[in-house]
């Protein structure tokens, strides 16, 4: 197999930020990026615009964020500024620009490791010049890259379709409630109709205490709508020398102090007895409220809970600002209705996850089966 430097079969431009006076959200110029926080899952999403670029990227380059988290992207779909988070990599004539991308993916490991930094990763210009990639003739290249975009299709079309899932409570949820939900209804302060309690952390400085087989939530264990486990457990013992309280199974945990409150409300419910630290709360409802229902009724709030989040004054969401939410009057038993719906729709997305985690590792065995 023959190798070739990244810097021989590709253009590499780094990214430049221009003064922050040429910068607007209505829309002049080019779309501005600065980071892998500006990309979904699939697309890039400008927040910014600018209109004086130092940097271009074109349509169909491959965008990498340089700067944590390190990695690809994806492919530019319009002219675009590029700042310092970003390098665009313009493949040349010998290299197919999909084999190329998915080689990028592949290596993606790799150019995390190769970040440095004393406050956040980031890799240089050189780091990416001197990668190594494998370069078979360009009709190999192609075929390869083929067999991978439509491994690839198929991995983003099972994403789609369980994210659908959430999108169809939700509208379900306005179906049902969209009348109890008008301001001039009337509602309860949710401080009725639960009892909401904080956490703690058990000294870091006794290791044992993480040993046990409790599980220790923390907000990077918030991925999904359900707690089955957690990535840290700990003992009894920590539980009585600490300040954490063990939360019962079906409790609600919302996260209300964490930099991810900048992007989302982090919201599940546990499937397990677990503990949690102090920049997560737990909701125990009482017998007047549906907690799927409660659910909802939070994920509704979302926006006006983030914004109170990122107020001036606040690192997060308060005990005051929870105990003030405004809780429908909605019969019980017609709550208990939108839960069945809630446990059917779920019950299929544990199916359909299921098949996702089969596509995904489909599509990891072919990256590795390509490039290793």
Known sequence: MNYELLADVAQIIMGQSPPSSTYNTVGEGLPFYQGKTDFGDMYPTPRVYC???????????????????VGPTNVSQERSCIGRGISAIRAGKNIDRDFLLYFLRFYEPELAKAGTGSTFAAIAREDLETIKIPLPPLTEQKRIASLLARADRLRTLRRTAHELGESLLQSVFLEMFGEYLKPSNPFTLMEKLVKITGGGTPSRDVPEYFTGNIPWLTSKDMRGNYIYDTQEHITEKAIKESAT??????????????????????IAVTKVPLCHGQDIKSIQCSNKVNSLFLVYVLKYNEQNLLNQARGANTEGLTLPMLNEIKVPNVPLSLQEEFAGVVARVESLRGQMGESTRQVEGLFESLLAEAFS
């Open 245 to 266: 309280n063990l939360v019962p199974v079906g409790s609600i945990l919302l996260v209300v102090k964490s930099k991810i409150l900048m992007r989302r409300l982090p």
């Open 51 to 69: 209109t004086e670029p130092s940097r271009i990227a074109e349509p169909d380059d491959i965008l990498i964020s340089v700067r944590a988290p």
